[in-house]
């Protein structure tokens, strides 16, 4: 079967790092994305990698192994702002999205 | 960058009512739409995928009869929650793909709080 593997909660301090991990099992694979969620909002897209290697977008960064089926969402200098649910989707051989169950990430101050 | 519009953005009515949410596409064209279920707490499970002029492939365990979809342009979809119930009530968000090609990511609707009494 297809997994999406991530944390379910994470607690970090403001001004801080913090590393998202995202395994995967799927029937192929055409890209993970990376999407944050606020409480009772919509997941906004956060980025994208098809390639291996570290893609890097202000302060979040994320990085994927193909041949590890994994990657992680990087986030630096923590806001308060950036206390959301992270979802990990893996596109699939059909280019289906399969979802990750999401982690919530706290920030303290 | 690509935005899109979902209305209403909160539902409440009484048992039995059939609900219709529409999902718009304003700055790009979207040959694929999608309908998501979302539980407090809970990821994002997905109901069916919208493609433009032909029918929705639904989820399994989705009744299509329930819940209705046309996406009869490139830019709208339209989910319609037939002769709603109390368990019918969630979180719906749309999202739309850009172009043809398929590794483009989702972009979201702002989501359809839907209260059934």
């Known amino acids: 079967g297809q997994n999406i593997d991530q944390p379910t909660e994470m607690t970090a301090t403001e001004g801080a790092i913090v590393q998202i991990n995202c395994t995967y099992q799927t029937s192929g694979f055409n890209g993970l994305f990376w999407y944050q969620q606020h409480a009772g909002e919509a997941p906004t897209f956060l980025s994208y990698?098809?390639l291996d290697g570290l893609e890097e977008k202000g302060r979040f960064s994320s990085f994927l192994s193909r041949s590890k089926g994994y990657s992680y969402l990087l986030l630096k200098e923590l806001q308060m702002k950036d206390s959301a649910s992270y979802l990990c989707?893996?596109?699939?051989?059909?280019?289906?999205?399969?979802w990750g169950a999401g982690t919530k990430l706290i920030i303290k101050p | 960058g690509a935005v899109v519009s979902q209305h209403p953005s909160r539902v409440i009515c009484k048992s039995g009512t059939s609900v219709k949410i529409e999902c718009r596409s304003l700055?790009?064209?979207?040959?694929?739409m999608f309908w998501y279920r979302q539980f407090p707490k809970k990821s994002l499970m997905l109901m069916a995928t919208?493609?433009?002029?032909?029918?929705?492939?639904?989820e399994q365990g989705v009744e299509k009869d329930k819940f209705l979809i046309n996406h009869a342009s490139l830019t709208l979809s339209t989910l319609t929650v037939t002769s709603a119930h109390p368990e019918d009530s969630s979180f719906y968000i749309c999202s739309a793909r850009e172009g043809g090609e398929a590794v483009q990511p989702q972009h979201f609707g702002d989501g359809t709080r839907l209260s059934i009494l």
């Open positions: 990698n098809v």
């Open positions: 919208s493609n433009e002029g032909s029918k929705a492939t639904y």
């Open positions: 700055d790009f064209q979207a040959t694929t």
């Open positions: 989707a893996v596109s699939d051989s059909n280019y289906q999205l399969i």
